[in-house]
């Protein structure tokens, strides 16, 4: 198991920055992190994805203006957004995929909220 605690979520205009972070409860070396964002009306979708050996996944709409990192020292998994826009809009969530006697089992914070508006 794993608690998850996202922040750094809040109100910025369109072309700013901001970074998000997810402190977990036990070491992150050896699971696959990711945050997925939910904006009202849609279904969660998968933002960014840093698999237990370090590959990074991006969705296409944030490619080349978001960048997840981990500093598995402090257990804590990062996501820096550049150039946000309005659709960037949404809640953030922190996941953790950890392998589980039955099959692999998804964590889930609590979300932080990111709005981009002028």
């Known amino acids: 198991q794993v608690q998850l605690v996202e922040s750094g979520g809040g109100l910025v205009p369109p072309g700013g920055s901001l970074r998000l972070s997810c402190a977990a409860s036990?070491?992150?070396?050896?699971?696959?992190m990711a945050w997925y964002r939910q904006a009202p009306g849609k279904q969660r979708e998968l933002v960014a994805s840093?698999?237990?050996?370090?590959?990074?996944n991006y969705a296409d709409s944030v490619k080349g203006r978001f960048t997840i990192s981990r500093d598995i020292t402090k257990n804590t998994v990062y996501l820096q957004m550049n150039s946000l826009k309005p659709e960037d809009t949404a809640v953030y969530y922190c996941?953790?995929?950890?392998?589980?006697?039955?099959?692999?089992?998804?964590?889930w914070g609590q979300g932080t909220q990111v709005i981009v508006s002028s």
């Open positions: 996941n953790a995929n950890i392998p589980g006697y039955t099959g692999n089992v998804d964590y």
């Open positions: 840093i698999i237990k050996g370090g590959t990074l």
């Open positions: 036990r070491s992150i070396l050896s699971i696959t």
